[in-house]
């Protein structure tokens, strides 16, 4: 009889509140379907406990972690080596052991661009970001890394938007500018793409209005969503229906499941298994 291995090789996320998270759910079908015995794991872990808790996975083996609210920035101190890209972010949603080191990533605004850049580069392209929290900040540097010409942050609150325009300016001078949200933003005439990186509309408030004139959207914009639950928001049905190309924010998630993969395996896992699976929870 061969050897055979009772070991599974583990990773998963570390958040708080973290049981609505619905990632093990795309990861371990692409595990399934890849024919590989890991496990992912949803760990509830408090802000005081993350020191234990990096520790104790490096302790038992772990191949890697992911990291959600509240624990994106505080955990950079807890690793070895930071990515480019994560370095600039300064925040850290995916971990992966190299040895006996521990790697930050930031695959959040790289699974975003995937999406996009499905529909053409983005080089000298100009954006418009609603919104300046952690989902912002990594979907504009990367961006900016990726050669968009022009990009403009929208936030309701002046300090977080300042606080983003000045980490922008530190990966690219002179490409980005803030305006504050106020009313109805007017979406100027030549953008090209228009980010929703809000929580608007987010389960279970998910008839929430976005503050967006829709009269503004021309059918050549490409309008992206980041709530990956539900992926049809009000939003993308009304950006549909004004002729524009929609991308959701199930795409986002998904690549950036599928980069972590990557990482943490050395292979390629299959989207569309991932995205069905999400698809099949949400319904
Ligand atoms: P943060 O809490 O860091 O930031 C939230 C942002 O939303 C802030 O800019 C905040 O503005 C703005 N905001 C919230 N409510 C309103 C409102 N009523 N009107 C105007 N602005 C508002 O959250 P994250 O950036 O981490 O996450 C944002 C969303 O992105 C979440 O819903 C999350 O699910 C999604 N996400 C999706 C991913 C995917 O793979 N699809 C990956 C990561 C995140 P202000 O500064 O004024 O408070």
């Given at each position: 009889m061969a050897a055979r291995s009772f070991k599974q090789e583990l990773v998963g996320v570390f958040g708080q509140?973290?049981?609505?998270?619905?990632?093990?759910v795309m990861i371990e079908a692409a595990f399934r379907q890849m024919g590989l015995d890991w496990r992912y794991l949803t760990l509830e872990v408090a802000p005081k406990d993350l020191p234990a808790a990096i520790a104790g996975m490096r302790a038992m083996g772990f191949r890697g972690i992911n990291?959600?609210?509240?624990?994106?920035?505080a955990v950079v101190s807890l690793l070895d080596e930071l990515t480019p890209a994560a370095r600039a972010i300064g925040a850290v949603n995916c971990v992966a052991r190299q040895g006996d080191k521990?790697?930050?990533?930031?695959?959040?605004?790289?699974?975003?661009?995937?999406?996009?850049?499905?529909?053409?580069?983005?080089?000298?392209k100009?954006?418009?970001?609603?919104g300046a929290g952690g989902a912002a900040r990594a979907i504009g540097v990367e961006l900016l890394r990726a050669g968009a010409g022009s990009l403009t942050v929208v936030n309701r609150s002046e300090a977080r938007g300042q606080e983003l325009l000045q980490v922008l300016e530190a990966v690219a001078p002179g490409r980005s500018t803030f305006t504050r949200w106020v009313g109805?933003?007017?979406?100027?005439?030549?953008?090209?793409?228009v980010i929703q990186a809000t929580s608007i509309g987010l389960y279970p408030d998910i008839e929430a209005r976005v503050p967006l004139d829709i009269d503004s959207l021309r059918p050549n914009m490409i309008v992206c969503d980041?709530?990956?639950?539900?992926?049809r928001t009000r939003l993308v049905r009304e950006a549909e229906a004004a002729g524009?190309?929609?991308?959701?924010?199930?795409?986002?998630?998904?690549?950036?499941?599928?980069i972590g993969?990557?990482?943490?395996?050395?292979r390629d896992p299959d989207p569309t298994v991932m995205r069905q699976a999400l698809l099949d929870v949400f319904e």
């Open positions: 509140p973290v049981a609505e998270n619905p990632t093990q990291c959600t609210i509240p624990h994106k920035v521990l790697l930050g990533e930031n695959t959040d605004g790289k699974g975003f661009l995937q999406s996009v850049q499905a529909q053409g580069s983005v080089k000298g100009s954006a418009v970001i609603l109805d933003y007017v979406v100027p005439e030549g953008t090209d793409l980041v709530i990956p639950n539900p992926p524009c190309v929609v991308l959701d924010g199930l795409g986002m998630l998904v690549n950036q499941g599928v993969i990557q990482l943490w395996t050395g």
